[in-house]
């Protein structure tokens, strides 16, 4: 099993990034994905929520209307698209994959948003 988080960088506010996570060894359409993030020295958070088929989204209130989650379960990939990025955005992003029991982890993709 694999997730493979990539497109993080350093952007300045107000700036946007597109996260993506290749997923393998496992039957990606079959399971909800999430996107977590960790700022430095805090807690990792829920960023994002999409199920199976994308059919429902849920979103953090702090990137409410700024961060659209995606999947395109031919390619076995979801995305992150970041708009108006904010310094308190600034953190390592991890993807998540999810189904009953079963939890998936990637390794982070750090962003850091900084003028």
């Known amino acids: 099993v694999q997730l493979v988080e990539s497109g993080g960088g350093m952007v300045q506010p107000g700036g946007s990034l597109r996260l993506s996570c290749a997923a393998s060894?496992?039957?990606?359409?079959?399971?909800?994905m999430s996107w977590y993030r960790q700022p430095p020295g805090k807690g990792r958070g829920l960023v994002a929520f999409?199920?199976?088929?994308?059919?429902?989204?849920n979103y953090a209130d702090s990137v409410k209307g700024r961060f659209t989650i995606s999947r395109d379960n031919g390619k076995n990939t979801v995305y992150l698209q970041m708009n108006s990025l904010e310094p308190e955005d600034t953190a390592v992003y991890y993807c998540?994959?999810?189904?009953?029991?079963?939890?998936?982890w990637g390794q982070g993709t750090q962003v850091t948003v900084s003028s």
């Open positions: 060894g496992f039957p990606f359409s079959a399971y909800f």
């Open positions: 999409i199920t199976n088929t994308g059919g429902s989204t």
């Open positions: 998540q994959a999810e189904l009953a029991t079963k939890q998936y």
